[in-house]
């Protein structure tokens, strides 16, 4: 019977440092951090709210154009 093949090793003793516990130790600063939040929890919204406003924009110009 043929053995698995071996899972790639990490780090110097087979053990990935995690990453949760660095992530955690330094705080994001900044506006782009907070964007992502707001992005993660209204992403769906923000996307809606958007194609309707490209929509109006749209039919706006469209009317203003034939007033002409």
Known sequence: ???PSQLPVFG???????VAS???AVP???VLPRLRD???AHGG???KLSVVAW???ILG???FMMQN
């Not at 110097?12 to 995690?18: H, N, Q, W």
């Open 1 to 3: 019977m043929r053995e």
């Open 12 to 18: 110097k003793l087979g053990v990935k440092a995690p």
């Open 22 to 24: 660095v992530a955690a």
């Open 28 to 30: 994001p600063v900044g």
């Open 38 to 40: 707001l992005l993660a």
């Open 45 to 47: 919204l923000l996307l």
């Open 55 to 57: 929509t109006v924009l």
């Open 61 to 63: 110009a469209v009317f």
